[in-house]
């Protein structure tokens, strides 16, 4: 059984910087692709970024250059550092978790998730 456990989410004026992490426990393999994903009220959850087994990142245009995504084998956490945020980053964040090939733009590649972490941008 696969848990996430998502935090670091918070209310931060414009400019402002947070730092999102994942644990994760259960049977998560060095090789899953980790994502995280965001939804504003609303709206359909969208990808954020991704990072796979050979530590690729990808990111969704609106926060590339903003945002970096990392991860920690040896303590299985995964962590979004996100700079310069804009009232726009509003929304829940989530922690996701798929097999190697998952796609952060499509949210059914993505079988574990977590429970979010709230942002506020304002």
């Known amino acids: 059984h696969v848990q996430l456990v998502e935090s670091g989410g918070g209310s931060v004026q414009a400019g402002g910087s947070l730092r999102l992490s994942c644990a994760a426990s259960?049977?998560?393999?060095?090789?899953?692709?980790m994502g995280w994903f965001r939804q504003a009220p609303g709206e359909e959850r969208e990808g954020v970024a991704s990072?796979?087994?050979?530590?690729?990142?990808r990111y969704t245009s609106s926060v590339k250059d903003r945002f970096t995504v990392s991860r920690n084998n040896a303590k299985d956490t995964v962590t979004l550092q996100m700079n310069d945020l804009k009232p726009d980053d509003t929304a829940m964040y989530y922690c996701?978790?798929?097999?190697?090939?998952?796609?952060?733009?499509?949210?059914?590649?993505?079988?574990?998730w977590g429970q979010g972490t709230q942002v506020t941008v304002s």
């Open positions: 259960g049977s998560i393999q060095r090789t899953n692709c």
């Open positions: 996701a978790a798929g097999p190697f090939y998952a796609d952060y733009q499509d949210t059914l590649d993505f079988k574990y």
């Open positions: 990072i796979d087994g050979g530590r690729n990142v």
